[in-house]
């Protein structure tokens, strides 16, 4: 069943290369904008489970500040050797009032 | 009186027809003195032993000895734009940190912790430290040791040097290169005369617009060597003949470390005596990739033009436009012909002025029968506009064809071309009964030359 969640977070607050750790439905999703466009992950490392906020992100790569395992944020999938476990990622939208709309499930 | 030496060339003969120092005659803009330049010393014709390519002998020599002395490209400046960035760059068995550590300063640092050996970063990416994955041994980005948990079991390494080891580093158009020999020469002699000959083309200021990667089954020398000649356009491009003067072409070497083939374009092939100045025209337009546009409708070339002129001044025309800069000082030449340059061992640089195409061959970790082919299309952008970010690398699996990446263009058929033979020539060699190739006197010199050259750094 998938739960959607409508945030109260303009879509224009998030910058790009910027990171947003959010607190929905239990879970911690990081919140990402690259190139233009929104991303939401489990903002938690697949290696050791840092926390992902704060990364850098460079060209829709989002990598782990504490040993730099990079994940494509379209599609969570790691590069490297550290871990081969994908990130969890959620849809995420822009609503009709500019806030921006995930899909949990 | 000093008299002139004239250095014996090598090879005496040269394809019938226009030569490219005729063609720099029709110029009617002053021709740069690098252009003039045609030099190509006598190296000899003697056969040459497959075993250079197909014997695991020889790429353990390469490996003691050329590998660990030669400066070599490890990646673009803009690859790792902020301090902290750093890429890891993989030669043979060894891997280096390139890390920028200042506005414009940059360090290598072997990527091996000084505590168990792990490596110290796995990837490409930014650091504020570099904290080994393993126990936590921690380094900042200049390579000063910042301890390790557990400090009170390590009390004899306190007068230690725990710094991280360095390798030689410098940079020349925007690219990074480092040399493990730290009694190397100076990176600026190593290159002599490639920065001179590029002083028309800033490639420091041009941006990374495509990269791509793939493993070819083949030594990285048969890769490089694939591109060092234009001999191979007759067989292997020859939907290209209609406006490549392949025959025509010109090869020089500079020293050790450099050197360079020039095949017009605008002209059709020696081959191809018939072909009309309008089919030269359509022709380059539509398949060459290289050129301003990639199709020839709406060109109509005027009455009186041959098409290497048209094609120059269109070229020139959408060139600037793009790069918002007057290229009133190019030649015909610059706009439109082949000059590639390698960088020895496995660097090749292309010149231009919107379009600077480069190849890198590596060999694939330790494997000798396999190399890594990267091609890199440098661009310029409008004056006064901020620069663009690099493109990702897009490495595309060992099946997959250079056709499938639409970011190379026209470029990616002709790879394909290539690819065709690579595997193939080192395949054939391991079956060959002959045991040696025979080069071609002048058209292959390039490839005597790198293997002279070779044989320098394994005798030293």
New interface residues.
């Given amino acids: 069943m998938t739960t959607t969640a409508d945030t109260l977070i303009p879509a224009i607050d998030i910058t790009d290369n910027q990171t947003l750790a959010v607190t929905l439905e239990g879970k911690n999703i990081l919140i990402c904008k690259a190139n233009g466009d929104y991303y939401a992950v489990d903002n938690q490392c697949t290696h050791q489970r840092a926390e992902l906020s704060g990364g850098r992100i460079r060209n829709c790569y989002l990598a782990c500040p504490l040993h730099g395992v990079r994940f494509d944020l379209r599609t969570g999938m790691p590069k490297g050797e550290l871990t081969r476990v994908p990130l969890k990622t959620y849809p995420v939208s822009v609503a009709e009032d500019g806030n921006l709309h995930l899909e949990l499930d | 009186m000093s008299e002139l030496i004239k250095v014996k060339q090598q090879g005496e003969e040269r394809c019938e027809g226009v030569s490219y120092q005729d063609l720099l005659n029709d110029e009617t803009i002053e021709v740069p003195a690098y252009l003039r330049e045609d030099n190509n010393p006598y190296m000899g014709n003697d056969d040459i032993s497959v075993d250079r390519w197909i014997s695991r002998d020889f790429h353990d020599q390469e490996k003691e000895k050329l590998w660990p002395k030669v400066w070599q490209m490890t990646c673009r400046e803009e690859d790792i734009p902020e301090i902290g960035d750093h890429h890891i760059y993989e030669i043979v068995d060894q891997s280096i940190i390139v890390t920028r550590t200042g506005e414009n300063e940059f360090k290598g640092f072997i990527n091996s912790c000084l505590h168990r050996g792990r490596i110290l970063?796995?990837?490409?990416?930014?650091?504020?430290e570099f904290?080994c994955?393993f126990h936590g041994a921690t380094w900042d980005i200049n390579g000063n040791f910042k301890g390790i948990p557990c400090k009170w079991d390590f009390s004899h390494l306190d007068e230690k040097d725990m710094s991280l080891p360095q390798v030689k580093i410098g940079t020349w158009g925007g690219f990074i290169f480092i040399n493990f020999d730290e009694n190397c020469i100076p990176l600026d002699d190593y290159l002599s005369p490639l920065p001179e000959h590029f002083s028309r083309f800033p490639l420091h200021d041009y941006y990374k617009g495509a990269h791509v990667q793939r493993v070819v089954q083949c030594n990285w020398k048969v890769g490089a060597e694939a591109f060092m000649e234009s001999f191979h356009t007759l067989e292997t491009h020859s939907e290209i003949l209609t406006f490549t003067g392949d025959a025509n072409s010109q090869y020089d070497t500079f020293g050790d470390h450099v050197s360079r083939s020039v095949t017009p374009m605008g002209i059709p092939s020696p081959h191809r005596p018939d072909v009309t100045e309008a089919e030269t025209m359509r022709d380059i337009l539509e398949l060459s990739g290289r050129m301003a546009t990639d199709s020839a409708e709406g060109h109509e070339m005027p009455e009186g033009l041959t098409a290497r002129t048209y094609v120059a001044e269109t070229n020139r025309e959408m060139f600037s436009e793009i790069i918002g800069e007057s290229l009133d000082h190019a030649t015909k030449s610059e706009l439109e012909d082949a000059i590639l340059y390698m960088l020895f061992p496995n660097t090749q640089v292309w010149t231009g002025y919107h379009g600077n195409i480069v190849y890198r061959f590596l060999p694939n970790g330790d494997d000798h029968n396999s190399c890594i082919f990267e091609t890199m299309i440098l661009l310029r952008y409008e004056k006064g506009t901020k620069r663009p970010?690099p493109a990702?690398k897009n490495i595309l699996r060992p099946d997959q064809a250079f056709s499938e990446a639409p970011e190379i263009g026209g470029l990616g058929p002709v790879f394909d071309q290539d690819d065709s033979n690579m595997a193939a020539v080192q395949k054939g060699m391991i079956a060959s009964r002959k045991g040696a190739v025979s080069l071609a006197s002048y058209q292959e010199s390039r490839i005597r030359h790198l293997h002279q050259t070779i044989d320098k750094y394994l005798n030293a």
């Fill in positions: 970063r796995d990837n490409d990416g930014h650091a504020e904290v994955p970010d990702e």
